[in-house]
């Protein structure tokens, strides 16, 4: 609906075409302290190719729970490209699978992500309209 908004009322005039990419998550319950609450970790490539844009992220919880995802850019080349088939390759990692030893898996999700930034979201309101979260491409990043 706000893509047809959009493009009916010219909001996107002057901004840059949005891209999208995947997110793949999962919640880990750990056994013992091995990633603290508040500890963060981001990484850029691995496992994607020198052509696909990804990157992963590790953020440690209260309640020993780790927040473990990867992001795949759906820009890629490779048509056989699955963003969750990444996502478990990120996972086999030396140090992801260290970490994942006696976990318990708590949730699983995955969403797609307007990623283009600033200069990719439309004008976010008309007479009668605002457009905010997801549609507007808003993307909020914990550090």
Known sequence: MTK????????????EPQVYSLG???????????????????????????????GGWI?????????LGYVTGLDYR?????PHAEFQRFKSHPFL????ERRKMIRYGAKAIAAGGWHAMPRLYADGVLIVGDSAGFLTRRV
């Not at 047809?4 to 901004?15: F, H, I, S």
């Not at 880990?28 to 496992?47: K, M, S």
Request: hydrophobic content about 35%; overall charge negative.
């Open 4 to 15: 047809q908004l959009v493009t009916r009322l010219g909001l996107d005039e002057g901004r």
């Open 24 to 54: 793949v998550k999962e919640l880990w319950e750990l056994p013992d302290g091995r990633y603290p609450a508040g500890r963060v970790t981001h990484t850029l490539g691995f496992p994607s190719d020198q052509w696909t844009y990804g």
């Open 78 to 82: 490779d048509p056989l490209i699955d």
């Open 97 to 100: 699978a260290k970490a994942a």
């Open 59 to 67: 953020y440690g919880m209260q309640n020993r729970v780790v927040n």
